[in-house]
């Protein structure tokens, strides 16, 4: 009996870590699929933003993977109640990136703006959770500083570097605001990069979470 629940929890484990890879495996692969996808199947240059991939030929992608992503979120289980709670709330920021479209542009409606102005809320949202997980939930261990494992030493540093990139990119974004729209530097597409950089930094976190690297002996 006892050598069954023993397999039964390094089953549960392993598939628990499996869901960790795929979720970072999304994030990590979801900017370079829409960029590329829309150039293969529509044409044209690259968009200003990873939402603005919402009005191309990659909408499917895009939806589907926020809502992969938030399905994913909401089944996570952490320590404590406060990672059930961030991951929930993580959940439906993602969800709302997906079903509140960015505003379409300078011709928008009213409505569209407002919508607009909602995915903009729940991307900051999802954005800042991602980042609490990993400054705040991932670093957590039952053991003492002391008597962790390099390998988890490791990860708790790449945990940090993910976290504080992505808080970096949000208050790079969030300057943005109040750079004109017609200024040099929006040429290089400023609001994709930063937002590929965040998505980025959360998916390889998730590749660590779920020890696809770093992973203990």
């Known amino acids: 009996m006892l050598d069954y629940l023993s397999e039964e929890n390094e089953s549960l484990v392993i598939s628990y870590k499996k869901l960790r890879i795929t979720l970072g495996l999304i994030g990590f692969f979801l900017p370079f699929s829409l960029i590329i996808g829309k150039r293969f199947f529509e044409g044209g240059g690259i968009l200003d933003s990873i939402s603005g991939y ?10 589907g993977a926020l809502w992969a992503i938030g399905i994913f979120l909401y089944s996570y289980r ?7 709670i961030a991951g ?20 928008a409606t009213p409505r569209e703006t407002t919508l607009g102005y909602l995915h903009l809320v729940c991307a900051a949202s999802f954005f800042g959770l991602m980042a609490f997980f990993c400054l705040c939930l991932f670093t957590k261990s039952n053991a003492p500083k002391a008597a962790q494992t390099p390998q988890k030493r490791k990860r708790n540093l790449v945990y940090l570097i993910c976290g504080w990139t992505i808080v970096v990119c949000i208050v790079a974004m969030f300057l943005l605001i109040f750079v004109p729209t017609d200024a040099w530097i929006r040429a290089f597409k400023p609001v ?26």
Do not use: H, Q
């Open 54 to 63: 919402y009005y191309s030929e990659m909408r499917n992608i895009f939806v």
């Open 192 to 217: 994709l990069i930063l937002e590929t950089a965040a998505v980025l930094a959360f998916g390889f976190a998730w590749f660590v979470k779920g020890e696809l690297i770093l992973k203990d002996t």
């Open 88 to 107: 929930t709330a993580a959940c439906f920021a993602a969800i709302g990136v997906a079903l509140l479209p960015t505003t379409p542009g300078l011709t």
């Open 78 to 84: 952490g320590y404590e109640r406060k990672d059930d």
